[in-house]
């Protein structure tokens, strides 16, 4: 019922076809937008059960721990749905760069005049 999912107090994911719903993580301290990813109900699950953030790779096909090669965890200090809950929000204390690239952010550039400018510093 939409207005369950809408306004009531039961987690209920609207998954999308592929079963997966998109997934946002901020730096709880700072505010920083650090990366976006994709979750499945097993993702999900776990982020919940663990406290550290977990997804579904749509390239590798699988499940995976953020940080699960390199150390650089998400620990969850907060998560959020949206109010039709197809999105997920994750306020994480982040171990080391979020991105696999080494940078603090995975949104490291901006698009200006149709290029790509790095961020300095």
Same mark, same amino acid.
């Given at each position: 019922?939409?207005?369950? &999912?809408?306004?009531?107090?039961?987690?209920?994911?609207?998954?999308?076809?592929a079963?997966?719903?998109?997934?946002?993580?901020?730096?709880?301290?700072t505010? %920083?937008?650090?990366?976006?990813?994709?979750?499945?109900? %097993?993702?999900?699950?776990?982020?919940? %059960?663990?406290?550290?953030?977990?997804?579904?790779? &749509?390239? !590798?096909? !699988?499940?995976?721990?953020?940080?699960?090669?390199?150390?650089?965890?998400?620990?969850?200090?907060?998560? !959020? #749905?949206?109010?039709?809950?197809?999105? #997920?929000?994750?306020?994480?204390?982040?171990?080391?760069?979020?991105?696999?690239?080494?940078?603090r952010s995975?949104?490291y &550039?901006? #698009?200006?005049?149709? !290029?790509?400018? &790095?961020?300095?510093?």
């Open positions: 019922m939409a207005d369950d &999912r809408e306004q009531g107090t039961t987690l209920q994911p609207k998954f999308d076809a079963g997966l719903v998109t997934a946002v993580a901020t730096d709880h301290a505010g %920083e937008l650090l990366m976006l990813a994709h979750m499945n109900a %097993e993702a999900l699950a776990r982020t919940i %059960e663990s406290g550290e953030a977990w997804f579904f790779s &749509r390239s !590798r096909g !699988r499940l995976w721990k953020k940080g699960e090669s390199s150390g650089h965890v998400l620990s969850v200090r907060e998560m !959020r #749905i949206d109010c039709d809950q197809d999105a #997920i929000w994750l306020k994480v204390a982040p171990a080391g760069p979020a991105c696999h690239t080494g940078e995975c949104f &550039r901006r #698009i200006e005049g149709g !290029r790509l400018v &790095r961020d300095e510093g």
